[in-house]
């Protein structure tokens, strides 16, 4: 062990996060060109639908217009968990690159961004995220050391597209339990142990900012009034898709946290007013900053806020968002109160139950991983 990853341990998850931000320093002035020239960093996305292109695209000219040339490559599989974009044999395959960029696999990347299905109880139930983020993690950071690992938290489907106030509300509510699972997956992991840890980019809190905020932001239709239900339109191509302006957003907020800085000044798309644009930076690098300042969660309080969340708004708006969409008003309701009893049996069998990994020695994270809970999926 190396005296940063030693020091890092002993001072503390700030710290550690200071000191492997200052390892990727060394690393790019390493990498440098005689001229003094910024070296081009590379981001690993392993990802879906939720942060398909632009998102990547935007990333690189919001990267590259603030002095900090970044390219990308991506495992990319539309509704895809992470389960399913895992380390191949150790390796990080690759499906498509930046243009410029030569796709292929075996090579240490600069930056990792990942992220999981967005239904938040499917992470803990069905598709093991805690495990599959932290071997995710140890799996690039064996090939880069240095390297950074980042979770974008994904949102969930707009249940009511002219009423936005639960989906704003059940992600206000979500939001905690995805730290939740980073810092469960911070715990378990071997390189998070040493120092290195996972950090959160707010994807999804970025998006319900921008809804909430729709009239201080001047988004509106055509002639149309500025409220979260115009915003709705102007965001989402359907129920979760993001348009044109919200990838830009993603971006941004993407950028602002893998960085460390403000976008505000940033590149921005043609069709984004500059007055727009300019409106849209702050908000990202608001809520980035805002996320930055979070506390590390204390996973006996995260298992105790998820018991109750759970069935006063995460199964009941999984009812809404979800079930009836899959299965109808009526077939809707059934599968939420199958969920609903499995849940509160599941409990009651074992009160002590926690999705998080205890305190104290845990298994290697590549040998840990899991089907998941035996919880009836939908």
Do not use: K
Request: aromatic share 6%; glycine share 8%.
């Amino acid at each position: 062990m190396g005296r940063r990853d030693l020091l890092a341990r002993r001072i503390g998850p700030g710290i550690a996060c200071l000191l492997a931000m200052t390892a990727q320093a060394e690393v790019r002035e390493a990498r440098s060109d005689a001229g003094g020239s910024p070296a081009v960093r590379t981001v690993y996305i392993s990802g879906h639908s939720l942060i398909d292109r632009p998102v990547a695209d935007d990333l690189a000219r919001i990267a590259g217009s603030l002095g900090d040339p970044l390219d990308w490559v991506r495992r990319h599989g539309s509704g895809a968990t992470l389960r399913q974009r895992a380390c191949v044999h150790g390796d990080l395959p690759v499906t498509d690159a930046s243009a410029g960029r030569a796709g292929g696999s075996g090579r240490a990347y600069d930056l990792l961004v990942a992220t999981e299905r967005h239904d938040l109880l499917g992470a803990y139930l069905w598709n093991d995220t805690i495990a599959q983020l932290a071997a995710l993690h140890d799996c690039y950071t064996a090939s880069n050391p240095h390297g950074a690992s980042y979770f974008y938290v994904p949102w969930m489907s707009v249940d009511d597209r002219r009423d936005p106030r639960r989906w704003i509300a059940y992600e206000a509510a979500a939001a905690p339990h995805w730290r939740c699972i980073v810092a469960a997956a911070n715990r378990m992991s071997r390189a998070s142990r040493a120092g290195n840890r996972i950090r959160i980019v707010p994807a999804a809190s970025a998006l319900a900012s921008l809804v909430a905020q729709a009239g201080d932001l001047g988004l509106r239709l055509d002639g149309a009034r500025s409220d979260p239900a115009a915003a709705i339109a102007l965001l989402f191509e359907d129920d979760v898709h993001p348009t044109r302006l919200a990838s830009y957003v993603l971006a941004l907020v993407t950028h602002a946290v893998i960085a460390g800085r403000s976008p505000i000044g940033a590149w921005a798309p043609e069709e984004i007013a500059p007055d727009l644009a300019a409106r849209l930076q702050a908000l990202a690098d608001r809520v980035a900053a805002e996320t930055a300042r979070e506390p590390e969660p204390d996973l006996d309080a995260c298992t105790a806020t998820l018991r109750s969340a759970a069935t006063e708004v995460l199964w009941p708006y999984m009812e809404r968002a979800a079930f009836r969409r899959d299965r109808g008003l009526v077939g809707g309701r059934i599968e939420y109160l199958r969920q609903v009893v499995n849940w509160r049996w599941m409990l009651w069998r074992d009160p002590a139950w926690s999705p998080y990994p205890a305190a104290g020695p845990v298994p290697d994270a590549r040998a840990a991983v899991s089907p998941g809970t035996a919880l009836g999926r939908p």
